[in-house]
């Protein structure tokens, strides 16, 4: 697992990087919902620095239940939303 595609909100495997340097991918994550480059991006709903913005989103999505976000995409056989965020170093 490379740990620059991994979600930094809620750890899922992206299989793409969120942030390229300067350039969002412009991508959702399916698990929490995120979208990277307008979402985390300045002028957005939560304000500060990408890293307070993830941390603001994770907390909204657990207070949630940490459901799956994605209605198009079935999450992973055995998906584990604990499990996810063990791999970004959060415990939930």
Known sequence: MDPNTLCPV????????????????????????????????????????????YAQWRQRWIDAGMPWFSTARQPPPGWDPHQQLLRIHILA
């Open 10 to 53: 809620c750890g899922y495997d992206l299989g793409f990087e969120p942030w390229r340097g300067e350039s969002a991918s412009h991508r959702i994550c399916p698990s929490c919902g995120i979208e990277f480059g307008f979402d985390d991006a300045e002028g957005g709903e939560l304000q500060g620095p990408r890293a307070q913005v």
